[in-house]
């Protein structure tokens, strides 16, 4: 039955006339609900095919409450372009997040390459760098207990270098063979979808358990290396051994590491987690604000070079991926620094689509042996492929070499070029055209021409069978502090992983690692007899360690980069909030107001704090120390907010430095804290500089159980 027309369905005859460049674009929709109200000359809104929209609000009807037409054009292709918005993600590495910066060389390793990037000192190449988290998807958490990638595009002027690598400089497994069985192990599991971005589950210790190669980089994944304060504050490594070829044909072995200039810093365990409610984007936030507020970071590119010969003198295989090379063993030579200084200006155009490729290498860098380096060097193009949709992918913008490039490939999906190269010829060799692109014996990339002899096989090294020497000297290398973190993390991780066996066996692993830290984990996983050690075939090896290799040591002891939290209330005292604010920036740290209206506070003398974050929102996970001004009759009736109990009681378990006023006692000893060393007088503004620079390591015992 037809309705009769109601003032609800009065027609919105014809629309608006069409704006034009140089008027406001700005009218209203059939209820008269829409304003848009920035300024500027609006261009004319079209299709992808450039027709002009009239109407960007509805759909078009027969009638005012009819059906929708299919002739609508410009919903269809709306609709359509939305429908296919997402691309695959990564199968791994896929929640990430980049910058573009620069490249400076400081120092030329003219001797040993003729790579330009690598030689030419001064110059500044432009970078694009995402870091990321290995096994959880795009849209997981940025703070799991997870080994980060840490890949860097360099256009170089001659062709793209992807230095594509990890916070960790050794890797779970020795073959390519071995990947997928090692991400589908320690991604959530096929039968259920969990865990996400977790290595605590079954699949990936029965992996572990099997597969004792892992054994070395399991001690990494289970260090506080894996649980960064910030992305600013990681190492980075290429992991394989590369080679760089001088212009008579010589060879170098190289590693690169990337050390910043912010100090490497970690968060504890209880703070990563509580993290993960906090800010699921912390991290990406973090570099974000950082770079918006002009606070570059950046590091410093080393090199460890070694020949041939060096490497025969090493107690283990450099070409296995699974050995680092202490620096003790071959100094690191600093080289030259990346600034991060530009954030990306859309996403998915830049970081989801960039596309990083170990196998791109320009003249003067070459592959190693390393089997994993082979078999990546076959992967990454392979699954850009079908990721980014075809071929063509390396002329999307953020892919494409900023140096000249030409070649003869043409066509397929989504070719965006009319090559400049016009006529018949798209062929080599040719004679009907001049000007072709040819190649180059002089400028041409060239290989290290290697001698092999050998069997043809499904082999292995002998020089790779080593699992556990390695293992043990990073375990034993760490402070005890550290080796604690380490057990812990085992005895959560063993923890969560329901079959027995599986269990047991990782213990006995840990036998060969370390006797006492077996122990350890056996007493904290409640098992009442140790496991057996699986039998090995080479013995265990006790290198010379490598305190090189720790982190709590070597922190930096500095607020720059770090973010202080000052909490207020109505009737604090506003001239104590601006000198410890004062202060604080004055020594490089970001200071933030946190308050319990996000409106702000009203001061002591009647003016309005503006606040930058809620207190219950905004938890002191999120600060690397905190501090308070508050009235006593304010602290006494925060003391009954759980939130404000939380914020202090946070702070004080991840051992961070809290300054404190009078009207806070009343807080503090409801979060039954008893201040020491690290709990200082907000007044004392250098005393609060010098104890927030490090964490409170000697209070740890006091709030924990460390295995
Ligand atoms: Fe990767 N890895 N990987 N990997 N990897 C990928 O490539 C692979 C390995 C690393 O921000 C994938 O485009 C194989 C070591 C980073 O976009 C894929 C093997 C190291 C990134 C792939 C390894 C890395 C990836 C997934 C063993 C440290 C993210 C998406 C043979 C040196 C780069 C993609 C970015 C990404 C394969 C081992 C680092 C599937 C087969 C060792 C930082 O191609």
Redesign the pocket.
């Known amino acids: 039955m037809a309705r009769p027309p109601t003032s609800r369905s009065a027609a919105h005859k014809s629309p608006p006339a069409l704006p034009s460049s140089t008027q406001s674009n700005s009218f209203r929709g059939n209820a008269g609900e829409l304003q848009q109200q920035a300024g500027g000359k609006h261009p004319v809104l079209t299709t992808q095919q450039g027709i002009p929209v009239a109407d960007n609000q509805n759909s078009l009807r027969t009638a005012p409450r009819g059906p929708t037409l299919l002739e609508d054009f410009i919903l269809r292709e709306k609709i359509t372009h939305f429908d296919h918005e997402r691309i695959p993600e990564?199968?791994?590495?896929a929640r990430?997040t980049a910058a573009h910066g620069f490249f400076e060389l400081t120092h030329s390793l003219k001797k040993y390459t003729t790579a330009k990037v690598l030689t030419d000192i001064g110059g500044h190449t432009p970078v694009f760098t995402?870091f990321?988290t290995v096994a959880g998807g795009a849209g997981s958490v940025d703070t799991p207990r997870d080994v980060r990638?840490?890949?860097v595009k360099f256009y170089t002027p001659e062709g793209n270098w992807d230095l594509?690598?990890?916070n960790i400089p050794v890797?779970f497994?020795q073959d390519?063979m071995k990947?997928p069985d090692l991400v589908h192990a320690v991604k959530m599991e096929p039968d259920r979808g969990f865990p996400q971005a977790a290595s605590a589950h079954d699949t990936f210790w029965d992996f572990v358990s099997l597969m004792p190669e892992t054994l070395h980089m399991v001690m990494w994944a289970m260090s506080d290396r894996t649980i960064p304060r910030s992305l600013r504050m990681m190492e980075g490594?290429?992991?394989?051994s590369f080679r760089l070829l001088n212009a008579a044909g010589e060879s170098t072995f190289v590693k690169f590491h990337w050390r910043p200039k912010l100090g490497i810093q970690s968060t504890v365990w209880d703070e990563a987690v509580k993290l993960q409610s906090a800010d699921n984007d912390f991290h990406r936030r973090d570099l974000f604000e950082a770079i918006e507020a002009g606070d570059f970071p950046e590091w410093e590119l080393s090199v460890q070079l070694f020949t041939e010969q060096d490497a025969e003198r090493f107690p283990f295989d450099h070409l296995d991926?699974t050995k680092l090379i202490p620096e003790e063993l071959v100094p690191l030579q600093p080289i030259g620094r990346m600034v991060l200084n530009r954030w990306p200006d859309n996403f998915f155009a830049e970081t989801e689509q960039?596309?990083?490729c170990p196998a791109n290498v320009p003249p003067g860098i070459d592959f190693s042996n390393d089997p994993?380096l082979q078999?990546?060097l076959f992967?990454?193009l392979?699954?850009?492929l079908s990721?980014l949709g075809g071929p063509n992918f390396t002329q999307i913008p953020i892919n494409a070499p900023k140096c000249p490039f030409h070649n003869m490939q043409r066509d397929g999906h989504m070719q965006m070029q009319v090559q400049a190269l016009k006529g018949r010829v798209n062929y080599e060799p040719s004679s009907l055209l001049a000007d072709t692109p040819r190649a180059s014996q002089a400028q041409g990339f060239r290989h290290f021409a290697q001698a092999d002899d050998g069997v043809k096989g499904r082999v292995r090294a002998e020089s790779f069978a080593d699992h556990y020497s390695q293992a043990r000297m990073f375990y034993r290398s760490q402070s005890p502090l550290e080796q604690a973190h380490m057990a812990s993390a085992l005895v959560f991780e063993l923890s969560k992983v329901g079959t027995p066996h599986v269990r047991e066996a990782a213990v006995g692993h840990l036998q060969h690692v370390d006797p006492d830290l077996a122990q350890r984990v056996a007493d904290g996983l409640g098992l009442q007899t140790l496991p057996p050690a699986p039998a090995t075939t080479e013995p265990v090896q006790d290198l010379p360690l490598s305190p090189a290799l720790r982190i709590i040591d070597r922190m930096k002891p500095t607020l720059q980069g770090r973010c202080i939290g000052i909490l207020v209330a109505d009737g604090s005292n506003g001239t104590s909030v601006a000198n410890l604010r004062k202060a604080l920036e004055k020594v490089g740290a970001t200071v933030k107001i946190v308050a319990p209206k996000v409106g702000g506070a009203v001061l002591k003398d009647g003016t309005l704090l503006p606040a930058d974050g809620q207190l219950a929102g905004t938890p002191s996970v999120v600060f690397d120390a905190v501090a308070s001004v508050l009235s006593p009759a304010m602290g006494a009736q925060l003391a009954k907010e759980a939130a404000a109990v939380d914020w202090f009681r946070d702070a004080f378990g991840h051992l961070k430095a809290i300054a404190a006023c009078k009207g806070t006692q009343a807080i503090l000893q409801a979060g039954g804290i008893e201040p020491d060393a690290g709990v200082v007088d907000p007044a004392d503004a250098q005393g609060f500089i010098a104890a927030a620079q490090t964490r409170q390591w000697g209070r740890e015992p006091k709030v924990r159980t460390l295995a």
């Open positions: 990564r199968i791994v590495h990430g995402r990321s990638g840490f890949a594509v690598g990890n890797f497994i390519a990947f490594f290429g992991v394989h991926p960039v596309a990083f994993l078999g990546r992967s990454y392979d699954t850009q990721r």
